[in-house]
């Protein structure tokens, strides 16, 4: 009985495994160790009934595509009424007449016959979003009360995106309208954002 190719033990190997592990001598990772190969391998052999190699065939052989399913296939995509269906749905409505049906062999004829939907493909961008007056950055950070307080406090900051200039407040909170009048305060004191020179960031407590 001729091994496959990358068996990791002889049959006489493979014996002496369930052999020593019956004695009760030997653990599955003592022999692992003693043969050389992993643990996995191990149990694989000691759960098995027969020494022999499995084939590595197919369960099932692959169906090979025929004519008359090329014609069906084409007369079903070539239908107006069922034209805008894909491979998956063609093949489930062949399958009792055609043995071979399956989505691959479906996609197999569609591709040697033209019959494929051209891929949709998105628009590129002609041109990169431009910073705008309401492109800001928000930014919430939770600190510990100062000393003598208790609970949290929060920094809230703004940051005006073509200077990188950042405006910020401390808060015991950081509800909507607390965060709402920080950043009206902060569009009041951020420098315009139409002017494209940095100016000194303002910081109120």
């Keep these: 009985m001729k091994l496959h190719k990358n068996a990791s033990l002889t049959l006489r190997q493979r014996r002496q495994v369930k052999d020593l592990y019956a004695s009760g001598d030997y653990s599955q990772q003592a022999l692992a160790e003693r043969f050389g190969v992993h643990l996995l391998t191990i149990r694989k052999w000691l759960s098995r009934s027969e020494l022999t190699d499995r084939s590595s065939a197919p369960l099932h052989k692959a169906r090979a595509i025929t004519a008359a399913f090329e014609d069906a296939v084409a007369a079903y995509r070539q239908n ?15 399958q009792q007449q055609h043995a071979c049906s399956n989505p691959s062999n479906v996609y197999l004829v569609l591709k040697k016959q033209g019959l494929n939907k051209p891929r949709k493909t998105k628009a590129p961008i002609s041109a990169h979003l431009p910073v705008g007056r309401h492109r800001t950055q928000m930014d919430i950070q939770q600190l510990p009360a100062v000393k003598g307080g208790q609970g949290f406090e929060y920094k809230i ?4 995106l073509s200077t990188r200039i950042k405006y910020s407040e401390i808060h015991d909170n950081c509800h909507s309208s607390t965060v709402a009048a920080v950043y009206q305060r902060a569009l009041e004191n951020l420098p315009p954002f139409s002017s494209p020179s940095p100016t000194t960031p303002c910081t109120s407590p």
């Excluded at 894909?86 to 062949?94: H, T």
């Excluded at 900051?157 to 005006?160: E, Q, V």
Aim: hydrophobic share 35%; net charge positive; proline share 5%.
């Design 157 to 160: 900051s703004i940051i005006h």
């Design 80 to 94: 107006p009424a069922t034209s805008h269906h894909g491979k998956v749905r063609i093949a489930y409505e062949l």
